[in-house]
């Protein structure tokens, strides 16, 4: 904390003026007073020094910065509100469609995951897409689609049955693992985290050396930020073996050194935050 220094000017003071010793005395009083003054102001910069997070200036985007670089992966993740009676109609008729884009070789399009919602919001599906190539796989994708009949009469097919639909294009974290397919069964949890404007990259750096402590288990399965709709977005992908699985594992991760501290410092970045268990659909390459 600053010291602070005062410089007295003026003033020899006289030993034999009871006048004068009056005058010092008003003098001090209101030196305390500053001094006192002052030390509260500090006492509340540093309270306030806790929550507030400066931003250093930086030269690049932070996509570019916390993105990997050996890969040109894109992500979209899709959130589908579908009516309840027409649910398992819709899963098998999004299994169908998947299967045939995986099949065909011409779409640079692959299905990473897709799910319904257990616990969240109800009747809700989740589908996580890779592009790989990036915007011009993407972009070359949405061009062939288009010109298919067969998935035109899809999406005619589909609509029928949604109440609303959101999708969001992602990157994945430099330090996060790549999504692969997995064995089940298991239970899903999506942990989606609005940040603050101009935080992503504090955020970035404490869980690149957190992210060890919850890696052990196997239970990591990727983490994204997004670059296209709801901005300032991070979603953590976790699978566990079940309820009781997932309780332990996060339990454990308390026991870390390290790990308190990485939930203290990146709370403060958090505007809201939200968490989906998901079941993954029989389609689904992450079971």
């Known amino acids: 904390m600053m010291s602070l220094h005062f410089k007295h000017e003026g003033a020899a003071l006289s030993s034999n003026s009871g006048i004068t010793r009056n005058r010092t005395c008003s003098n001090l009083t209101p030196l305390r007073t500053f001094q006192n003054t002052n030390k509260e102001s500090s006492d509340k910069g540093w309270f306030r020094s806790l929550f507030v997070h400066k931003v250093d200036a930086r030269k690049d985007a932070h996509s570019n910065l916390l993105s990997k670089k050996e890969t040109s992966n894109l992500y979209k993740i899709q959130f589908h509100n579908v009516k309840p009676e027409c649910l398992d109609e819709y899963n098998s008729l999004e299994a169908e469609v998947q299967r045939r884009l995986h099949q065909d070789q011409d779409f640079p399009c692959e299905v990473v995951g897709s799910w319904n ?23 070359e994708c949405l061009q062939k689609l288009r010109a298919n009949k067969e998935y035109l009469e899809f ?44 935080t992503m990259l504090e955020w970035g750096n404490r869980w690149a050396r957190a992210i060890k402590h919850r890696q052990e288990n196997n239970e990591a399965v990727g983490g994204f930020f997004s670059q296209i709709g ?31 501290v ?26």
């Open 117 to 139: 919602t257990w616990y969240g919001e109800q009747d809700q599906a989740v589908h996580l897409w890779r592009y790989r190539g990036g915007y011009p796989a993407l972009t």
């Open 155 to 198: 999406r005619k097919e589909r609509a029928k049955m949604l109440i609303s639909r959101q999708n969001q294009l992602l990157l994945e974290f430099s330090f996060w693992n790549e999504p692969l397919p997995r064995k089940g069964p298991n239970l899903y949890e999506l942990r989606t985290y609005k940040l603050k404007p101009g």
């Open 262 to 287: 990485n939930v203290y410092y990146t709370v403060p970045l958090v505007r809201s935050m939200e968490s989906r268990l998901m079941i993954p659909t029989k389609s689904s390459p992450l079971q």
């Open 230 to 260: 709801d901005l300032y977005v991070v979603h953590h992908l976790w699978a566990y073996e079940s309820l009781q699985s997932r309780e332990e594992t996060r339990n454990s991760a308390w026991q870390k050194e390290g790990w308190d």
